[in-house]
Structures are given as structure tokens and as C-alpha cells.
């Protein structure tokens, strides 16, 4: 993967502005989940702590892949991708080209069969449906195709103008793209943990005149600076108190 240094500091600006944007779609579509339009409850600086757990844990995992990408360049050298890839250049045949794409690609589309696959045999067999089996399924399904678009763009590209985009620039889009795709897999698997797992069943918060404790029926599902959110999954609304009158909240996870 080329990543130009002279390019990526002048494209330091741009990558911030995109990880706000990342934060802004994370807190939409989970509180969006709930029935609360959280930017009316939200302080700017919230934006981007919103998602830093999941920015780390991405993180790890980009790492791991190119970790893998090195061993894998080294066993198959960037210079034969390259030449097979250029082979293509005349093939008219679309399923020729997809073809040579899935050889050279073969770990990510086994691991993308292996995983469609184990999803579905245990939904056949015991009913159990496994998200986080099928999120990352369907997200590298969704990298797969955008993959082969690059490679058809590119290869497109060079047809009209005789020469390869620059890869940088390519690469980044890439990686923004499995940003956005990674972020927004990992929220909907939040949310299904909050409403269907229950993971913050018995947590309390307290008031001066009352206690709220977490069930089935209505559950605590984030906080704000200055507010707490809790739903009610009976008539489907969700409660908002101020932080001024909490006197203690204890979250727990399970």
C-alpha cells in the first residue's frame, strides 16, 4: 500500500475534518436508534471522544492487516500483482478480470465465504442468529466490491489516459471508506447489545427523589456531559434528565 509522507501532511487538515464526520455519523445513527436527535444534547468536544474505543480497536485491527499484507508481499512480490494485474488492461470479459481479482485477494474472499457460511449453517440449524458473524461478513462483502471498483476504476482510467491514478490519493480513499464501513458496522452492533442483550441491565441512577434501575423494559442507553438518556422500549421513547439533577449514577456492564 503506498502512502506518499509529503502528500499525507498536506492531507492532515482534510483526515481531521473526516474524523468528526465519523463522530457526528456514529452519535446520529446510535441515539438516532432511540428516537433522539442527540445533537441538541451534545457538546462539540464530544463529537470526536465519541468514538475513540472504536478508532483503537480499528486501529489494532488495520495493524493486524498489514502485518498480514507484509507476510503476504512477501510471499507473492508487489512487482508479479502488478504484472498480472496489467494483464487485464485488454480483457473485455468482466468475469475473466473478477476472476484474476479473487486469486489475487483469495485470504479475504475465503474468509468472507468461511464467515457467510458458519453465519448461516448456525441460523439453519439452532436459529441463532450471529451478528457480529454476519456485521463482518457483510462488511467484507462491502470491501470486496468496493475493491473491485477500484481495481475497474483504475483499470478504466488507464484506458483513456494511459497511465495509473496516483495510489496515494487512491489508497486514502480506501482506507476512509473502511473507516466509515468499520465505524458504522460497530455501531449497529452496539445498539443491538444495548437492545437486545441488555448490557447495561442494572445500572442506577439516582435522584433526589427517586432511583432508576435498568431492566428489560426501560434501560439507561448513553450519556452526555449535561445529560442521561434512558429508554423505554414499552411506548418506544426515551427519557432526558439534565446531570444537574442526578446525584449518583453506577453503570454497569455485563
Not at 85 to 107: A, G, H, P, Q
Not at 145 to 155: G, L, P, S
Amino acid at each position: 500500500m503506498i502512502l506518499e509522507k509529503n502528500k499525507l501532511l498536506k492531507l492532515i487538515p482534510v483526515f481531521g475534518a473526516f474524523l468528526i464526520l465519523l463522530g457526528v455519523i456514529k452519535l446520529h445513527v446510535y441515539y438516532n436508534a432511540f428516537n433522539v436527535n442527540i445533537f441538541n444534547y451534545l457538546e462539540f468536544t464530544e463529537i470526536i471522544t465519541s468514538f475513540l474505543n472504536d478508532i483503537f480497536i480499528i486501529i489494532i485491527g488495520m495493524a493486524g492487516g498489514l502485518l498480514l499484507n507484509f507476510f503476504e508481499e512477501n510471499r507473492r512480490t508487489i512487482e508479479t500483482r502488478e504484472n498480472v494485474y496489467n494483464s487485464l488492461l485488454d480483457e473485455n470479459k468482466f468475469w475473466k478480470r473478477f476472476w484474476v481479482y479473487f486469486k489475487l485477494d483469495i485470504d479475504m474472499f475465503l474468509l468472507m465465504i468461511i464467515l457467510g457460511l458458519t453465519t448461516l449453517i448456525i441460523y439453519l440449524i439452532s436459529k441463532i442468529f450471529v451478528p457480529f458473524a454476519f456485521y463482518i461478513f457483510i462488511l467484507m462483502t462491502s470491501l470486496i466490491i468496493i475493491m473491485t471498483f477500484i481495481k475497474e476504476f483504475k483499470r478504466k482510467y488507464y484506458l483513456i489516459y494511459e497511465k495509473f491514478p496516483d495510489s496515494t490519493y487512491f489508497n486514502l480513499i480506501y482506507i476512509s471508506i473502511l473507516l466509515f464501513l468499520s465505524i458504522l458496522f460497530m455501531t449497529k452492533i452496539e445498539i443491538r447489545s444495548v437492545k437486545v442483550n441488555y448490557i447495561y441491565y442494572g445500572t442506577e441512577v439516582t435522584f433526589q427523589d427517586k432511583i432508576l434501575t435498568s431492566d428489560s423494559a426501560k434501560y439507561y442507553i448513553g450519556k452526555t456531559t449535561g445529560y442521561i438518556f434512558y429508554y423505554d422500549s414499552n411506548n418506544d421513547i426515551t427519557e432526558v434528565y439534565p446531570n444537574s439533577i442526578v446525584n449518583k449514577i453506577s453503570i454497569k456492564k455485563r
